[in-house]
């Protein structure tokens, strides 16, 4: 637990005061992390996330400003980055937002403005939309730059793209750039294809499978090492690691890191449901349980239907008023899904069922951007089993996870 005492000592470095008033400690204590061993015996340990261990990175913003990119997972407790770091005297010219935005209320896609925080008044850009990557007038008058933003795991998931554009801009213009590293609920496995260069997008920047089993911190000095930054450019960077944190642990979000993820079974669900997103098939965006189901107007009937609605975190989502067949996963157990890893039959058995199977992809190759290969769409119209799909990733995985184990921060998994 951060002590009272080592807060107010922070205020007083920054402020150079000698009788500091007194402090809430809300939002500045351990976060207790309800955990699943591998054995599948729950118990409680603490967690300490990169942001919560202020002593190690507070030196380093003394006399500094400081550019944040977060969303509404980068807390301490209860409370937001911004708000503590405020408190704590340090200079925050900027905020950087993801897709989703600076409070996490945006649809997938949507175009995000620029705008100030209301609580604090400090300037919002976006970094979503026309504009993935901070410029150089945007960071002219910044010295660090600090990302803490909860990932779940998974290629196609955008935070890492924008992490690589942050590692861009800050190789580009000599600043210094501290992750505050969180764990990865879907960090204990790695599956899935691994992209090709030629499917390169925002939805898939890099060689990695959907799964890739690493952190934001790791995952940053992949980018780095391998130089995946373009002219060989290397980003200055330094990591606040978590503390009691392995990769076997099944780490609960607390936060939805997006609208659509609301709860532990959808961001275990995502990496095998997300390919819906390039098909004719809804995953249940427009009800309260999107990535617990999956379903189209364009199937064979079954005894499980849904119809999306516009709402928050969804505005327009596919098939909106429509009523749309499927199946219902929310109520499978935990750990069942979490033993299935990726899981393609969800994937073929929509295909079979669809109707007319020459309109079940999208005709925009979103498709293959998401699985990063335009071999597994040819599997799957092949009528390959899902047995046989898995293995064909096999060779490319084990090289990856070789490479993966350069830049691990964690005790693995395996």
């Known amino acids: 637990m951060i002590q009272l005492i080592s807060i107010l000592s922070w205020i007083c470095f920054f402020t150079g005061c000698k009788n500091p008033a007194p402090s809430s400690e809300e939002g500045l204590t351990k976060n207790k992390i309800h955990l699943i061993a591998q054995n599948n015996i729950p118990y409680d340990i603490t967690i300490i996330t990169g942001a919560e261990q202020t002593e190690k990175y507070l030196p380093l913003l003394k006399d500094k400003y400081v550019a944040l990119v977060v969303n509404q997972t980068s807390v301490i407790g209860t409370k937001h980055l911004v708000d503590t770091l405020s408190q704590l005297g340090v200079n925050i010219p900027l905020i950087f937002a993801p897709e989703h935005g600076f409070r996490g209320t945006e649809d997938a896609g949507a175009t995000i403005n620029n705008s100030k925080d209301i609580a604090t008044g400090i300037s919002i850009i976006s970094l979503y939309g026309n504009k993935k990557k901070p410029s150089k007038e945007d960071l002219q008058d910044v010295d660090v730059v600090i990302f803490d933003i909860q990932d779940v795991g998974a290629r196609f998931y955008t935070y890492i793209s924008t992490l690589h554009y942050i590692m861009e801009a800050c190789a580009e213009n000599k600043k210094q750039l501290i992750i505050l590293d969180r764990p990865n609920p879907n960090g204990f496995y790695v599956d899935g294809p691994v992209l090709k260069k030629e499917f390169s997008s925002f939805v898939g920047m890099h060689p990695v499978p959907v799964v890739h089993g690493m952190t934001i911190g790791e995952y940053a000095q992949m980018i780095n090492t391998e130089h995946w930054l373009p002219n060989n450019l290397q980003c200055e960077l330094q990591i606040i690691p978590c503390e009691n944190y392995e990769h076997k642990d099944y780490y609960e979000v607390k936060i939805p890191p997006s609208p659509n993820l609301k709860s532990m079974q959808a961001i275990y669900l995502y990496p095998s449901l997300c390919f819906f997103e390039g098909t004719n098939v809804s995953v249940g965006s427009g009800t309260d349980k999107p990535f617990e189901m999956f379903g189209s107007p364009f199937t064979e009937k079954t005894d499980f239907f849904f119809t999306p609605k516009s709402m928050a975190g969804s505005k327009t989502p596919p098939f909106m008023n429509q009523l749309c067949y499927g199946y219902d996963l929310s109520k499978m157990e935990i750990e069942k899904i979490k033993e299935q890893k990726i ?52 060779d490319d995985l084990q090289v990856f996870k070789e490479k993966r184990k350069k830049y691990l921060l964690y005790k693995d998994f395996e």
């Open 343 to 394: 899981n393609i039959s969800y994937f073929i058995d929509a295909y079979n069922r669809f109707s007319d199977k020459n309109n079940f992809f999208l005709s925009n190759n979103f498709f293959n951007k998401l699985a990063g290969t335009d071999v597994l769409m040819q599997q799957i119209k092949a009528g390959l089993s899902e047995a046989e799909i898995k293995l064909s990733w096999q």
